[in-house]
């Protein structure tokens, strides 16, 4: 089955710099990725649609220049938590869209600000 | 906006009982549906999809337009179908992106 992948899988920073974290479809290309945020023992929420070769689009109150979303190739996309605050600590979840538009998910990134 | 509502956030039952889940959504075209299933410390993962009718572990759902529902059932609950649950129906019409209901936690005692 198609596979996703995250790296890293955790990450402790320091207020005021920034992390990226990678999502990368192993087995697929994938032209459309998700960015979801999970709160604890919340669903998710969708912050951004990443497009292969164009601007990622964002959900409404998602500041654009706070999370970057790359998606520099047909199997990778990156989103870069930029001036990382504690309210951005969170559980960051990608996911790839197949064919039929099923969506495949990584196994999501704990990031932690202190 | 797209909506989706699963109203219970906690359904428990004993092993081999009859489960339903249920899920409401709010889409004005034709839906394409799916279930999704997230198992302790593992990633979400497809369970079903309404387009391909199929049964994965014995679970089945069935669109109803009329009542705007998808509810996720299976005749016989076992254990290891503990989880949380989340309905998602289109949170658009592009691009494939869903709209996750709040979730659904099974618990399937012994």
């Known amino acids: 089955g198609a596979v996703v992948s995250q790296h890293p899988s955790w990450v402790i920073c320091k207020s005021g710099t920034s992390v990226k974290i990678e999502c990368r479809s192993l087995?697929?290309?994938?032209?459309?990725m998700f960015w979801y945020r999970q709160f604890p023992k919340q669903s998710l929420m969708l912050m951004a649609t990443s497009n292969e070769g164009s601007k990622a689009t964002y959900e409404q109150g998602v500041e654009k220049d706070k999370f970057l979303i790359n998606h520099a190739s047909l199997t990778l996309s990156t989103l870069t938590v930029t001036s990382a605050h504690p309210e951005d600590s969170s559980f960051y979840i990608c996911s790839a869209r197949a064919l039929l538009n099923e969506q495949y998910f990584g196994p999501g990134t704990r990031l932690t600000v202190t | 906006a797209q909506r989706v509502t699963q109203p219970e956030k906690l359904l428990s039952v004993f092993k081999g009982a009859p489960v339903e889940l249920k899920c409401n959504y709010s889409y004005s075209g034709s839906p394409e549906l799916f279930w999704y299933v997230q198992y302790s410390r593992q990633r979400l993962q497809l369970l079903l999809r309404h387009i391909s009718r199929e049964s994965i572990k014995g679970f089945t759902a069935d669109l109803n337009k009329g009542e705007t529902s998808f509810h996720l059932k299976k005749p016989f609950a076992q254990e290891e179908d503990s989880a949380m649950y989340y309905c998602a129906p289109p949170g658009g019409t592009s691009y494939g992106k869903l709209t996750f209901g709040q979730g659904t936690i099974l618990t399937v005692h012994p």
């Open positions: 087995d697929f290309q994938a032209t459309t």
